[in-house]
């Protein structure tokens, strides 16, 4: 398995590699983009991005649609990319992930709408546009969302999110087979069925939503999985009294942040699936149904890289700091804050000066006034002086719209993508007084 500086070299490498010893991506070197937009900012790679959506196709074979989990980043432009890609569709799960889509350009019959919480307005917004499905995650919302579709005189696709009873093995954070807010009880299936269809001017079912972990890297519990899906699929069917038209298996393929992962086997486990597949494929209750996996970061983190600049270098008790113009304010998941039980680090690298060996360990902390803003300890960095550009990679998921933006108030990072040989700026700069945006001062007087 390679280790933290191997996979950001690696990585650097797939973005374009160097140019006179920096980072340059695509061949724009790393130090014209900072020129240009200020630091910190994020940098996503296009062509990256549309090759591993490829990739994916390709793997999971034949008669399999991908969707795309657009909470891992909702830049317009990745969903744009995304959008263009055959047989790819988006699951959203806020009316504002609705408009984002909408905008990019997937068709209302490619998106399903999942979340525990969905409000009546969000439900209103899903049916209006008569997107192929809502992924309905509890009994009452089921009658809640019959409720809206009489209102607005329309038909609307449901999906049944079940939480099943057997649990998958080998993920790093679980989201089903285990209690919790997400989905319906598959001990309530049959009643969940019921509900659906005395509905039959306002539902359809089109079949079920199953998503129970992330961080999934083993391959054999994840197809042992979807053949449980494919089980529970067939037992709504006969409870329905007809074929499914959908079967959504989740995703959840992992992302090698950290030391000691290795990739997750994509040809593998698309070679097992087509297995899978063929083997349940020519059953009646599944004629005509469409097969989904959504796949959010693994589309997309492997193609960002944070970019933040070296403010300070000083030495404490024995231990060299480098602090940055950027930190958990723009980039929590990167700093450990985001639900980890464990704070490691993301693969960095100094790009100023990529073809130095590294020096001494370092520790890597943001501006923020608290010691949870900390990208990491004992990092073996390129030596780092102030002014040089550091990259934190794996960063085009969970990033931007994933962390605390207002925190301290510091001025918004950019978001800059590489497409075609050229920097296309996809959201300006923030500036000092935007923290006034929205604001409305007291009209106080003294007396």
Not at 39 to 62: A, C, D, N, W
Request: glycine share 12%.
């Amino acid at each position: 398995m390679l280790t933290q500086i191997d996979k950001a070299h690696d990585l650097a490498r797939r973005f374009g590699g160097e140019r006179d010893g920096e980072f340059a991506p695509a061949g724009v070197p790393i130090s014209r983009i900072a020129e240009e937009y200020g630091t910190p900012f994020y940098l996503y790679h296009g062509e990256m991005i549309v090759e591993r959506v490829r990739r994916v196709r390709e793997s999971l074979g034949q008669g399999v649609e991908v969707l795309y989990s657009v909470k891992a980043n909702p830049s317009l432009a990745v969903c744009q990319l995304i959008a263009g890609e055959r047989l790819t569709g988006a699951e959203v799960a806020s009316s504002g992930e609705l408009v984002v889509v909408r905008a990019a350009g997937f068709a209302p019959e490619d998106i399903v709408f999942a979340g525990p919480a969905k409000t009546d307005d969000e439900l209103r917004r899903a049916v209006d546009e008569g997107i192929f499905a809502v992924n309905v995650e509890s009994l009452n919302e089921i009658d809640r969302l019959a409720a809206v579709a009489e209102q607005r005189g329309r038909r609307i696709g449901v999906g049944l999110r079940i939480n099943p009873a057997a649990q998958l093995m080998g993920s790093l954070m679980r989201m089903g087979g285990t209690v919790g807010q997400f989905g319906i009880d598959q001990a309530d299936l049959g009643e969940a069925v019921r509900r659906t269809l005395a509905h039959p001017d306002h539902l359809i079912l089109r079949g079920i939503h199953i998503y129970t972990a992330t961080q999934v890297f083993d391959v054999d519990p994840l197809l042992e999985h979807c053949s449980n899906i494919f089980e529970i699929a067939l037992k709504t069917a006969d409870l329905a009294g007809r074929p499914l038209e959908m079967i959504d298996f989740g995703g959840g393929f992992g992302v090698p942040y950290f030391e000691k992962m290795g990739e997750f086997d994509l040809e593998r486990f698309g070679e097992g699936f087509q297995q899978l597949l063929a083997s349940y494929r020519s059953d009646p209750r599944l004629e005509g149904c469409r097969f989904f996996f959504e796949l959010g970061r693994y589309l997309v983190a492997h193609a960002g890289v944070y970019v933040t600049r070296v403010v300070d270098v000083k030495q404490m008790k024995g231990k060299a700091f480098v602090t940055t113009d950027g930190g958990m304010n723009h980039h929590l998941m990167a700093t450990g804050n985001m639900g980890q039980v464990f704070r490691k680090s993301y693969p960095l690298l100094n790009l100023s000066c990529m073809g130095r060996e590294p020096g001494e360990a370092v520790t890597v902390a943001g501006p923020c006034c608290t010691p949870l803003d900390m990208f990491g300890a004992n990092i073996p960095l390129a030596e780092p002086k102030p002014g040089d550009l550091i990259g934190v990679f794996y960063s085009g998921a969970y990033g931007y719209s994933a962390s605390n933006l207002g925190f301290l108030s510091h001025p918004t990072p950019a978001e800059v993508l590489l497409w075609q040989g050229k920097a296309h700026l996809l959201r300006s700069p923030g500036k000092p007084q935007d923290v006034l945006n929205g604001q409305e001062a007291l009209a106080l007087t003294r007396g």
